[in-house]
């Protein structure tokens, strides 16, 4: 199945971000954060002279504008500093020696040359990421022309560990129409085509975010061998790996990528894209072009008070005091930084409530977990065993040929239940990401009632029903929308979304 990715207008998308944002939106109708430091390489940082301040200037004299403090450098609180910069003095702590969060960019070297190669967040397309491929064209890094982005098609194979022959593999047309010919395919086949059809239907409809996917699934006409040998497993794939866990998914939040995407057809062509410099680039471009910006990386928050109707943050041994604060941490950093605030009780209780998971993840070599026959393998490739099934991407085909022009041969592979390991591991990293269950979604709701009571915001990725730097900004943007209507890269954002 090689697919072509459209979905709303950019229009439609920010028109309905209210929606999407509003506390009874997902509670009656309808992020993650890593784990230790990269092996190498950069993840993003403070820009140069002329951009952001780093480690300095922030309590040199009276601010000549009002002051946000922001915790977390992350993508969402990079996100976010941007939105403010002109309107606030953005003061920004990141426990880590560089900020980036779920952007893990790092170098790997590949036949002696440095390939930059996104360890955490990746992909991207217009239909599931319409706002995140605007800002990517504000910056230069995407559009007509742009030698920073490759594509490539986004085509999927199901399968069972020890099984010779997959569950699915996708057509992709033209090149790879051999799949539609395979009877052993038919069944693959005709459930991806179930499922675009009633998942685009079903996100037309604003359909009720609280519906788990095993009661939707249900629903359609599919055979149980169906549902239960192909549709969960790749839903499991997707997010935590789990098949029963799966099932207790938001329905709607685990068909976003599919119904966001498969927007002509079950099989017309969908290509993702990945940054040529990785996604740190674009960290590192906002911080640059944030002129009122400082960052203090290295700067663990220890507590935040309220001193009178401003609030006070102490953070890697100095104190800075802010007339609004946006926590872009994950919400148990957050809740725990939070302890003891006055007034910060609801929001607290909501951040504990968020459900997550723990995502292992292996950069490699070998193709240990792809099909037997190279002729099945996709971009995308998941294999099921017992209670779980867990993806194996094809890094190699989703980033631009090296610098010698030779395609790179890597795997990028989730092993956190495999029960066999890669043989040539480049890199490993652990993740935390959240769980699309109705239950996060109803802390979601909570936790957005709560934005701007005390002079608290929040963003993240894990404030929306699926994690990703789509919901990163969307939430930035909320924030912005609440504390700088006015701003001039908020509106830039917007001119540009059209």
């Known amino acids: 199945m090689k697919m072509r990715e459209s979905g709303p207008t950019r229009r439609q998308v920010l028109r309905g971000l209210a929606g999407a944002l509003g506390a009874t939106a997902v509670a009656c109708g309808a992020g993650g954060s890593d784990e230790g430091a990269p092996d190498g390489g950069s993840d993003g940082g403070g820009g140069p002279d002329g951009g952001a ?30 939105l403010l910069d002109g309107a606030y003095d953005v003061v920004l702590f990141e426990s880590r020696d560089a900020i980036g969060g779920n952007v893990r ?13 996104d360890v955490g967040a990746q992909y991207f397309g217009p239909g599931p990421y319409p706002t995140y491929v605007a800002l990517l064209e504000l910056l230069g890094l995407s559009g007509p022309g742009s030698v920073a982005t490759h594509e490539a098609p986004a085509t999927i194979t199901i399968g069972w560990d020890g099984e010779e022959t997959p569950r699915f593999v996708s057509p992709s047309v033209p090149g790879r129409e051999w799949p539609l010919r395979e009877s052993w395919n038919a069944g693959g086949v005709g459930t991806f085509a179930q499922l675009s059809l009633h998942g685009r239907r079903f996100d037309e409809a604003d359909g009720d975010w609280q519906i788990p996917l095993e009661e939707w699934l249900a629903g359609l006409p599919l055979s149980v061998d169906q549902r239960e040998r192909i549709a969960l497993p790749w839903f499991a794939a997707v997010y935590s790996g789990d098949i029963e866990q799966a099932r207790g998914y938001s329905a709607r939040s685990a068909l976003i990528y599919l119904s966001r995407s498969l927007q002509g057809g079950a099989f017309d062509e969908v290509t993702y894209r990945t940054l040529v410099p990785g996604m740190g680039e674009v960290l590192r471009r906002l911080v640059e072009a944030s002129a009122m910006l ?55 209780a909501a951040l504990d409530a968020v459900e997550f998971h723990v995502a292992e993840l292996t950069l490699h ?18 294999a099921a065993r ?31 239940h495999r029960d066999r390991q890669p043989a040539e591991v480049l890199h490993e990293a652990r993740f935390h990401h ?18 701007g009571a005390g ?44």
């Open 434 to 451: 959240m769980l699309p269950t109705p239950a996060s979604l109803r802390a979601q709701a909570l936790l957005r009632a709560q934005q």
């Open 53 to 82: 301040r780093v480690d300095g200037g922030a309590d040199a004299g009276a601010p000549a504008r009002p002051r946000v403090g922001i915790i977390g450098g992350g993508a969402a609180g990079v996100f976010t500093a941007w």
């Open 294 to 348: 400082t960052v203090h990386t290295g700067a663990a928050v220890e507590r935040v008070e309220r001193e009178g109707e401003r609030l006070r943050v102490v953070a890697g041994g100095r104190t800075e005091t802010v007339d609004a604060l946006v926590v872009a941490a994950p919400p148990r950093e957050a809740a725990s930084v939070l302890a003891g605030v006055p007034g910060a009780e609801a929001a607290i």
């Open 386 to 416: 017992g209670q779980y099934s867990e993806t194996s991407m094809q890094l190699g085909v989703m980033l631009a040929p090296a610098p010698d022009g030779q395609p790179i041969d890597l795997w990028k592979s989730w092993t956190t």
């Open 455 to 498: 002079h608290l915001w929040f963003a993240g990725s894990y404030t929306l029903p699926f994690e990703a730097q789509e919901t990163a900004l969307l939430s930035a943007i909320h924030v912005a929308e609440g504390l700088a209507p006015a701003s001039a890269n908020l509106a830039a954002l917007k001119a540009r979304l059209g």
């Open 105 to 117: 960019t790092i170098e790997l070297d590949v036949r002696g040359q440095a390939v930059p190669v």
């Open 365 to 382: 070599r070998d193709p240990i977990y792809a099909a037997p026959d190279p002729r099945h393998w996709s971009f995308f490739n998941s």
